[in-house]
């Protein structure tokens, strides 16, 4: 998929919204969109506990009292819990998307737009780094651009292609050579040398759209409620979503659950990953933290670290880039083990309850539920499924489907949000994929799960970190 649309028109559309720059983004404040999804929430909760009493009576008939309670814990009540208060906050959530006909204000001259540095980490990356260098050259972002190369001791040509394509598109472009492994170590010693106060992360397979930038930057140099934002994630779609039956599950993956769960937790401007792939950060601020740090989830802890000492974290749904996905089980496999290992490293070094502000010890608490979803989707979901398929629905049964009506409604609102509000602003059109959607309703999560459990293990056991 090719996101390089002319950015002449979502300008224009967007001088019309300079009135509404008054108005507050997300409409409700934070605190009370928070109370009312925390009330939704439990009421629904408290109807699933009550209706599924004839289920837990069926299960203590057959098993005993304690896995009466413990199965439908995992099962229905716990993903209840974590979809109710998705379904709540997008419901009570309006998007104002970041009007780019001004300049934001900021420490650089008024009327002009923030000088930009954009690090691409590469690792062998001959194959996608000239495609990635001319989807920034396209942009139509109205401020200076400089491109750092943050190669990690490539043995290819990736410099060579990378230095062609800019020389090519006319943008500054510079290389920083990191010869110790790890994507933590080539993006510091790239950062090292920017100068600019905003400084953007691109993965070497990543191409923006043509307004991206503008809109990323847009938000990262907004105050909600008078408060500092840190950083901010741009949305991510899959480039090689038709390639295959797992990709075409991960595109709905990226366009529902990422971004599902990316606008719940930036409603309460706490998002918990900037991620490498695309995101905007203040440079003083990533310094201040000390860069990004030795861990296999490096975003995620950098991103918990901005949120306890720097600021906000927002996220943009209109800063869109197609990233590839991996096209093969295993990579894929490994990719979300280590995933899943990120977000334990990141609750060890910045735990939910050391946040300062009450949102985000909320927001980033419920990471404490992931772990107990996968769980209970691996050693009670499936095997309740293939005890059904065999004459036996005592563990899934229509009881155990309380979270699923739920669950297509926050799908159905996403997809209906998002068709509208972001594809639709940037002439992008997706193809219309039924057989993948189902497969990531059905079975995609079955992946997910066996391969975050194995990265819990990884992390327990210490298992030696492997980043590719």
């Avoid at 139509?140 to 990690?152: E, K, R, W």
């Avoid at 009670?380 to 979270?403: D, E, K, Q, T």
């Amino acid at each position: 998929m090719t996101l390089r649309v002319s950015g002449a028109g979502v300008q224009r559309q967007e001088l019309g919204g300079l009135a509404l720059r008054a108005r507050p983004v997300f409409g409700i404040r934070p605190t009370v969109r928070f109370g009312l999804a925390v009330i939704g929430t439990i009421a629904y909760l408290t109807l699933s506990v009550t209706v599924s009493s004839v289920w837990r009576g069926e299960l203590k008939s057959a098993i005993g009292p304690v896995m009466a309670w413990v199965i439908p814990i995992f099962m229905a009540y716990i993903p209840g819990v974590v979809i109710g208060f998705l379904c709540f906050t997008l419901i009570l959530t309006r998007y104002m998307p970041p009007p780019l006909g001004y300049a934001p204000p900021g420490p650089w001259p008024r009327g002009q737009w923030p000088a930009v540095t954009v690090i691409v980490a590469a690792y062998n990356e001959e194959a996608a780094i000239e495609r990635t260098v001319d989807h920034i050259a396209a942009t139509t972002y109205a401020g200076p651009i400089s491109v750092v190369l943050a190669d990690n001791n490539s043995s290819d040509r990736t410099d060579e292609l990378a230095e062609a394509t800019a020389r090519r598109a006319g943008i500054d472009y510079r290389r920083s050579f990191e010869p110790q492994a790890g994507k933590h170590n080539a993006l510091n010693t790239a950062l090292v040398d920017v100068a600019t106060p905003i400084v953007v992360t691109v993965d070497a397979d990543t191409g923006l759209h043509s307004a991206a930038l503008s809109y990323l930057v847009a938000r990262l140099t907004t105050r909600p409620q008078d408060q500092h934002v840190a950083a901010c994630a741009g949305a991510l779609i899959a480039a090689n979503a038709t390639h295959n039956f797992l990709t075409r599950m991960q595109g709905w993956d990226y366009r529902l659950g990422i971004n599902g769960v990316k606008r719940t937790q930036a409603a309460y401007n706490s998002a918990l990953v900037a991620q490498g792939a695309f995101s905007a950060y203040w440079t003083e601020d990533v310094r201040a933290v000390g860069g990004w740090p030795d861990a296999i989830g490096e975003d995620i802890v950098l991103t918990w670290s901005l949120l306890s000492s720097r600021g906000l974290v927002q996220y943009e749904p209109a800063a869109l880039a197609d990233t590839a996905v991996p096209v093969r089980v295993r990579h894929f496999m490994r990719q979300r083990s280590r995933w899943a290992r990120g977000m334990i490293e990141g609750i060890r070094i910045n735990p939910p309850q050391r946040q300062p502000r009450a949102l985000a010890k909320a927001v980033a608490g419920i990471d404490y539920l992931v772990p107990f979803l996968d769980i209970g989707y691996v050693f009670f979901w499936i095997p309740g499924v293939v005890l059904f398929i065999f004459g036996y629905p005592l563990i899934f049964s229509w009881w155990s489907m309380l979270v699923i009506p739920i669950t297509l409604v926050v799908y159905g609102l996403l997809r209906r949000w998002q068709d509208r509000n972001v594809f639709r602003r940037l002439g992008v059109q997706l193809e219309r994929d039924r057989r993948g959607y189902l497969g990531y309703l059905l079975s995609y999560q079955v992946l997910v799960s066996l391969a975050s459990l194995r990265g819990y293990a990884q992390y327990l056991t210490k298992t030696t970190r492997r980043w590719k």
